[in-house]
């Protein structure tokens, strides 16, 4: 099975490309060109583009049969979020787009690793995916969440 990853390079999508790769799939790790990549293994076809720009997504989605979308802007602070949610939205629409277009099955959405969700605690350890992600947090993060609620509510047109 071939997958491409949205934001390979990302700590989601970095952990996502490896755990893939472990499982058989020939994976495609769609990248910006200003991406670093040393924690990519090399067993990879790089994609370079911008979830921004459809033209990019539809090329790399060529062949694929599954897209893991794990790539989007990423701050915890200093953000505007009119940009934030635009972004997101944005990208999401382009990666319906070019999945339509190559015929992809199926789309899987993740969302960043600082929404995971919000604890009492000053730390979690989350495990995210099996045997290979572990994230701790000293920082409480609810408005991630908030933005997250604002995106998913904003894409429930695209979806239906």
Not at 72 to 82: L, P
Request: charged fraction near 20%.
């Amino acid at each position: 099975m071939r997958a491409l990853v949205t934001g390979a390079s990302g700590l989601i999508g970095n952990n996502l490309t490896k755990e893939l790769l472990l499982k058989g799939f020939s994976v495609k790790a769609f990248v910006r060109s200003t991406s670093n990549l040393q924690s990519l293994p090399g067993n990879i076809e790089l994609c370079y583009g911008d979830m921004l720009d459809v033209e990019s997504l539809k090329s790399a989605a060529t062949g694929c049969d599954i897209i893991f979308h794990t790539a989007g802007m990423f701050a915890y602070w200093g953000y505007n979020t009119q940009q934030f949610i635009g972004e997101a939205k944005q990208g999401m629409e382009n990666i319906i787009i070019a999945a339509a277009y190559n015929k992809v099955k199926r789309i899987v959405f993740t969302s960043s690793s600082v929404t995971v969700g919000a604890t009492e605690k000053q730390k979690c350890s989350l495990n995210l995916l099996p045997g290979i992600l572990r994230m701790h947090r000293d920082m409480l993060l609810p408005s991630c969440n908030r933005n997250k609620q604002r995106f998913q509510k904003e894409m429930n047109w695209v979806l239906k």
